[in-house]
């Protein structure tokens, strides 16, 4: 019952988070925001949407900002 609870609240945090990070694959997305889930579980903090949303989007920035730039032609 708690895995369908926390897949009912996965899905609408990685759609959001989906149409913000285009350049990210939805793989990748939904990932972070299983593992936020989990580390919030461990923690014993409520993972409520907000707060999956909230930590997933600054680890997706955080993939975003440390990606190497494009190679320009040389």
Do not use: K
């Not at 014993?44 to 680890?59: C, D, F, L, Y």
């Not at 975003?64 to 320009?72: E, I, L, T």
């Amino acid at each position: 019952m708690l895995a369908l609870a926390t897949r009912f609240l996965r899905e609408p945090v990685s759609l959001r988070l989906a149409e913000e990070f285009l350049t990210v694959p939805v793989d990748t997305i939904d990932r972070c925001v299983a593992d936020v889930c989990a580390c919030a579980q461990h923690l014993g903090v409520s993972a409520t949407p907000e707060v999956v949303e909230r930590i997933a989007r600054e680890h997706l920035l955080a993939i975003v900002n440390s990606a190497p730039p494009p190679r320009g032609d040389r």
